[in-house]
């Protein structure tokens, strides 16, 4: 076992399908391991042990999975099934990595600074949530920064061949993808408020106009 990964127990798990319910209500987690060469297999999970990694930890977080106690292998959650109204996890997907074979993941991308288009020019910030990369299990980033003070004007932008990636990673989204940009303000949202503006004054005499004739 690392001393650096979290790790986590897990026990074999027989119950399927709707029987899991009775599961979660006696605070366990229903989950399913794979991984390359190894045999998919269902697991069951302490749920608050489970949400103090998943707290704690980023998307790309190895940590020690241990089922019924035996020899820890190094794993990733893929994939986390949530309620829509608790929004407690329901069931989890663990992937069982190999330390020497690379992966593909999907990386989050995490602006810094200020826009001087969106601070002073009323732009709108857009970028994409993530990009892919290729790196060894205990070489994936958990985040990518992306500076954005040079983001003077609505022309400039960053794209994927602009990002600092760390000299033991891949970069496998197209280089020439956009990765952020700023919005100039909407055409459509500035005609209306010039047209709002005209329309009030009008408005207002008109009802002026009526008060006055009902008043004489």
């Known amino acids: 076992m690392s001393p650096a990964r979290p790790a986590l127990a897990a026990d074999s798990r027989e119950l399927t399908g709707k029987h899991v319910q009775r599961l979660r209500r006696a605070g366990k987690l229903p989950a399913v391991?794979?991984?390359?060469?190894?045999?998919?297999?269902n697991v069951t999970l302490d749920a608050h042990d489970f949400e103090l990694i998943r707290k704690h930890s980023g998307a790309n977080t190895l940590f020690d999975l241990m089922v019924d106690g035996g020899r820890p292998t190094p794993a990733?959650?893929?994939?986390?099934?949530?309620?829509?109204?608790?929004?407690?996890?329901?069931?989890?997907?663990l992937f069982a990595v190999r330390m020497n074979e690379e992966?593909?993941?999907d990386v989050p991308i995490v602006t810094t600074g200020?826009?001087?288009?969106?601070?002073?020019?009323?732009?709108?910030l857009n970028h994409v949530d993530s990009v892919k990369v290729r790196a060894l299990p205990d070489h994936l980033p958990q985040v990518i920064e992306v500076a954005i003070e040079g983001?003077?004007?609505?022309?400039?932008?960053?794209?994927?061949?602009?990002?600092?990636i760390p000299a033991d990673v891949t970069l496998v989204t197209d280089p020439d993808e956009l990765v952020?940009?700023?919005?100039?303000?909407?055409?459509?949202?500035a005609v209306e408020a010039i047209e709002a503006e005209t329309v009030a004054p009008a408005e207002s005499t008109e009802t002026?106009?009526?008060?006055?004739?009902?008043?004489?």
């Open 33 to 41: 391991v794979f991984g390359h060469g190894v045999p998919s297999s």
């Open 76 to 93: 990733l959650v893929r994939g986390v099934q949530i309620h829509p109204v608790t929004r407690r996890p329901l069931h989890v997907d």
């Open 103 to 105: 992966m593909v993941v």
């Open 114 to 124: 200020e826009s001087p288009a969106v601070a002073n020019g009323g732009g709108t």
């Open 151 to 164: 983001l003077k004007g609505w022309d400039d932008a960053i794209y994927a061949r602009d990002l600092a």
């Open 180 to 189: 952020v940009r700023v919005l100039p303000p909407r055409v459509e949202e």
């Open 208 to 216: 002026s106009a009526a008060t006055a004739a009902s008043e004489g």
